[in-house]
């Protein structure tokens, strides 16, 4: 645990919505503040060439692209819904449809954001995790170690250093 723990204020808020979603994930496993957190994860990527990992960014533009897609889906449903129902809107007459599919597309957005903000969540834990301790890794599940060593030496042949 760290030995200096601060308390989170408004004033700091702005600050640390400004780091990448890596940096913070030390602050739910040991507690540290998120510019600790930040500056702790960040050392240890650049201690270990895992720059371009943080830049790469590839699991993170993915899931947004999958927000997006879920969000136009919702928004077909909206249409849909529209097309069935078209007395529920009847009082926009022309824009029915495009309120109906605007509605939708941000219901759809917001609700596939945050089941997809687990997915991200959880990857970038297992980033930090194996960068931190890919010996402890390696010991206690020998066999997804080697799987995930293989998949990176693919992909980072040249940064993953193992």
């Known amino acids: 645990m760290p030995s200096n723990r601060r308390d989170h204020t408004i004033v700091s808020y702005p600050f640390t919505c400004t780091l990448p979603p890596k940096k913070s994930h030390t602050v739910g496993m040991y507690g540290y503040s998120y510019l600790e957190a930040g500056k702790n994860v960040m050392t240890l990527f650049h201690a270990r060439g895992w720059n371009i990992i943080i830049a790469d960014d590839l699991v993170s533009n993915t899931l947004s692209l999958f927000t997006l897609i879920g969000g136009g889906l919702v928004g ?21 449809s495009g309120i109906a599919f605007g509605f939708s597309f941000l219901i759809g957005i917001v609700i596939t954001a945050i089941m997809l903000s687990v997915v991200d969540s959880s990857v970038n834990t297992v980033l930090v995790s194996f960068a931190e301790a890919p010996e402890e890794f390696q010991q206690n599940h ?19 250093g193992f």
Do not use: Q
């Open 76 to 96: 077909c449903v909206g249409l849909a819904t529209n097309a069935a129902f078209p007395s529920w809107l009847a009082g926009f007459e022309g824009a029915a």
């Open 142 to 160: 020998p066999k997804l170690s080697g799987e995930m060593r293989d998949a990176w030496r693919l992909v980072y042949p040249a940064e993953c």
